[in-house]
């Protein structure tokens, strides 16, 4: 039997008329009324499914998302907290809205993290290092058949792409949403991205 590991994106933390910022890994922020909704969502969504494990980043948006999923079990697995999974950091503009990180860095800058996960100048994110914390990760889990859920970020999650050789695939995971990455032998097959109940 193959594992199978199910990364999902928190929930938001803005509501309809918010002023959105780009939240990264040294603002905790908790889910928004809309966010609960979207983490409800994925408990109706993944009730079926049985975790052999479960892992979070330590922000509680990760970890109230990661502990709605797992409420909708009898016996859900224990959740732990990875540190790498936290969120990468903005740097100078950690929790600015988005108009003004466009306006410091260039939209071109911004389209090459969201297109290639290349860092804007000024943010404090260490790719290598991410794609590396991901490998591990299958290493440890490949073994392990079943279901494993990894709750994290946007900004954490596009680097499991990167790490499971996955060329072809948009890096955007949204609020709400998951992808599935099958581990076979030494095999990695991203299964689904981007979906959401």
């Known amino acids: 039997m193959a594992s199978r590991i199910i990364v999902v994106r928190h929930g938001n933390t803005f509501d309809k008329g ?8 040294r603002t905790d922020l908790p889910l928004s009324s809309s966010g609960r909704s979207q983490a409800e969502a994925l408990a109706r969504h993944f009730a079926a499914t049985a975790f052999a494990t479960a892992r979070s980043g330590p922000l509680k948006r990760t970890r109230e998302t990661a502990s709605a999923v797992l409420a909708s079990h009898a016996n859900p697995p224990e959740l732990t907290t990875d540190l790498f999974l936290r969120e990468i950091d903005y740097g100078p503009d950690e929790n600015r809205p988005e108009e003004e990180v466009i306006a410091r860095i260039g939209k071109a800058a911004l389209e090459a993290w969201e297109r290639d996960f ?12 991410l794609v590396g914390n991901w490998q ?13 859920l990894v ?3 946007n900004g ?15 890096g ?12 076979e032998g030494e095999a990695v097959h991203v299964l689904e991205w981007n979906r959401r109940p």
Do not use: Y
């Open 18 to 25: 918010d002023v959105v910022t780009r939240v990264g890994g």
């Open 156 to 170: 954490i999650a596009r680097f499991a792409l990167t790490a499971a050789n996955a060329a072809g695939h948009d």
């Open 118 to 129: 290349i860092p804007p100048p000024g943010w404090r994110v260490d790719p290598a290092a």
């Open 172 to 183: 955007k995971l949204a609020t709400g949403a998951w992808g599935v990455i099958v581990l």
């Open 151 to 153: 709750v994290t970020s």
């Open 136 to 148: 591990e990760t299958f290493h440890e889990l490949r073994d392990q058949p079943g279901n494993h």
